[in-house]
C-alpha cells in the first residue's frame, strides 16, 4: 500500500506500490491495481512486488509509464518507454535509513512518536502520535495500529473525528482468504461516514477497499510467485534525461 502516503495511510490500507512493499516484502507477487467510481474505472496499474523493488505499470495518455521504486535505498525510476527513456530519482535520508516500524516509514514530512501499548477491543495495538504540516500549520494525530495486521483500530483528528476499525466476518475476496473490516468515521458535527476494508493475512496488506461514494480500491489477479529481476532494471537502450513534466504527466505535482 502509498505512499498511501499522507496520515490516510494510516488510516486505511492504500493499495500503492510502496505500502504493499512495506508490508509484504518477504512475499513476491504481481497484480492488477484497480481504482473503480460508480460504472466506471478510474485507474488501473499493473504492480509487480519483488523482495527489493516495487514495478508499477501505467498507460496515461497512450504511453507506457513504468515507476520502479526501491524503498529501502530511496531510490525511484521512472520510465517512459514510448520515448526509450528514464528518469532516477534518491532521497539521501530514506537511503540511509531502514524501516523503522513507525507509520512516518509510509509518510513524508511528518513526525511520528511512539507514546505506548494499549489492549484497544481485544487487540494489542501500538499508540502513535503524528505531528504533520498543512499551510505552516501543525497538525497532531493520534493512532492506535493493530500490531499483527498495521491496521489503525482507532483514530483521533484534529478536527475532532474519531474513526474506529473492527472486523465484522471472514471472507474471499478475489480468490483470497480475507477478513472484512469496517471503519466507522464520526464527525463533531454529527455527521457519520462508513467504508470497508479486505485484510489478507498472507500478503498482510488489505487488497480492497470500499469508500464512500461507491469508490472502490482493490488487488485483483494476484499471483503469488518469484518476480523475474529483469523487471527492476532499465533496459540497456534507454536514454537518461533529467526531469521532463511533459514525459511524466502523472509527476508533475510531485
Known amino acids: 500500500m502509498g505512499a498511501l502516503k499522507k496520515l490516510t495511510v494510516i488510516a486505511c490500507a492504500v493499495l500503492t506500490s510502496s505500502y504493499a512493499y512495506a508490508e509484504s516484502k518477504t512475499i513476491e507477487f504481481s497484480a492488477d491495481a484497480v481504482i473503480s467510481a460508480p460504472q466506471q474505472i478510474v485507474k488501473q496499474t499493473k504492480l509487480f512486488v519483488g523482495k527489493e523493488a516495487v514495478r508499477s505499470e501505467t498507460v496515461i495518455n497512450g504511453q507506457n509509464i513504468v515507476e520502479i521504486v526501491y524503498p529501502d535505498k530511496g531510490r525511484t525510476i521512472l520510465i517512459n518507454d514510448s520515448l526509450k527513456s528514464y528518469k532516477e530519482r534518491i532521497v539521501d535520508h530514506q537511503s540511509e ?109 488489505a487488497i480492497k477497499e470500499e469508500l464512500p461514494g461507491g469508490y472502490v480500491r482493490e488487488l485483483k489477479n494476484i499471483k503469488i510467485s518469484e518476480q523475474a529481476k529483469d523487471l527492476f532494471t532499465v533496459p540497456d537502450d534507454y536514454k537518461k534525461i533529467e526531469f521532463q513534466p511533459a514525459a511524466y504527466p502523472e509527476y508533475r505535482n510531485r
Not at 509518510?107 to 495495538?125: H, R
Not at 484534529?158 to 472486523?167: I, R, T
Request: proline share 3%; aromatic share 8%; glycine share 8%.
Open 97 to 205: 535509513t531502514k524501516s523503522s516500524g513507525s507509520p512516518c516509514d509510509q509518510i513524508s514530512n511528518a513526525v511520528c512518536e511512539k507514546l505506548g501499548v494499549e489492549d484497544i477491543s481485544g487487540y494489542k495495538t501500538e499508540k502513535w502520535q503524528i505531528i504533520s504540516e498543512n499551510n505552516g500549520r501543525k497538525l497532531r494525530t493520534l493512532h492506535w495500529i493493530d500490531v499483527k495486521r498495521k491496521l489503525a483500530i482507532r483514530e483521533f483528528f484534529p478536527d475532532g473525528s474519531v474513526a474506529e476499525l473492527k472486523m465484522i466476518k471472514k471472507e474471499k475476496v478475489n480468490g483470497r482468504d480475507t477478513e472484512k473490516w469496517e471503519r466507522s468515521l464520526s464527525r463533531p458535527d454529527g455527521k457519520s461516514a462508513k467504508s470497508y476494508q479486505w485484510y489478507d493475512s498472507g500478503l498482510k496488506i
